[in-house]
């Protein structure tokens, strides 16, 4: 009854601590691919090649009965080729536009992601099927990511560099303003904070991980039996460092020797 969360680094821990509350009693393996950390700035074609093989071990190892993939510049790619290599339930993390498209009251809705999900087909057309009738701007910060890593470590955080990553999210269109920010890589949850707190204007930071996790929550065959379970994770880099190894613990996660 293990449960598969991945994601580049540390950030696919903003989906476990929601898939956590809504699906207790399953044993939760969190995954942090962090030796290919950032996955934002990779060829896509390399990218599939190195997931796959990651994923390939981590089934044959845990052997889950789902597969979270917490990573939005992961999922655009991936999916389909998980879906056709194995037979398990796959959940993906993509960005969430179509509930940004219906929510929007001004129109101007914003898409926050590493430079990968911006680029990828899969973006692209989620703006076309779902979000016609809306401006989205699609917005690729290249430094987010590590700077959320950074935050969560050790709660430093570099304002001028979080105002002109988020700055082109902000588009008023002859008072027609962005109400709407989509969170679309899992690491920039933890940011939130500090996002509102340096914003121009107030907006919805849209951070789909309680709905993902409802998702996930559906596909499963059976509820979980796991009584005291201890959750795990590990790491393609190998053991990590005392103050990563603290955040874990603070998630409750052990990390295996
Ligand atoms: N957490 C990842 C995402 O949701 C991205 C971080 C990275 O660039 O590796 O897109």
């Not at 060829?43 to 917490?70: N, S, W």
């Not at 999900?117 to 692209?124: G, P």
């Not at 002109?164 to 002859?174: K, P, T």
């Amino acid at each position: 009854m293990t449960i598969l969360v991945f994601d580049s680094g540390i950030g696919g821990l903003s989906v476990l601590r929601e898939a956590r509350v809504l699906m207790p009693g399953h044993k939760f393996v969190y995954v942090g691919d962090d030796a290919a950390f950032p996955y934002g700035d990779w060829e896509e074609g390399a990218l599939v090649e190195r997931m796959m093989t990651v994923f390939d071990g981590l089934i044959e190892r845990h052997a889950p009965v789902l597969i979270m993939v917490a990573c939005n510049t992961a999922s655009t790619l991936i999916l389909p080729h998980l879906r056709a290599r194995y037979d398990i339930p796959i959940v993906g993390t993509v960005p969430a536009i179509k509930p940004a498209a219906e929510r929007t009251s001004s129109g101007q809705v914003s898409v926050l992601a590493t430079p990968g999900t911006v680029q990828r087909d899969y973006t692209r057309s989620l703006v076309s099927e779902f979000a016609a009738q809306v401006n989205v701007r699609l917005v690729g910060a290249e430094h987010l990511a590590k700077a959320s890593e950074n935050f969560m470590l050790t709660g430093d955080v570099d304002e001028d560099l979080i105002r002109s990553e988020i700055a082109e999210c902000f588009v008023d269109r002859l008072g027609a303003k962005t109400d709407i920010v989509v969170l679309a890589c899992t690491h920039y949850p933890f940011l939130s904070q500090v996002f509102r707190r340096l914003a121009p204007w107030p907006v919805d930071w849209l951070n789909p991980a309680e709905a993902i996790a409802r998702h996930a929550k559906t596909l499963l065959k059976e509820a979980g039996e796991v009584e005291d379970v201890q959750d795990i994770a590990e790491f393609t880099a190998g053991r990590p460092q005392p103050d990563m190894l603290r955040l874990l613990s603070g998630f409750g996660l052990k990390v295996l020797d």
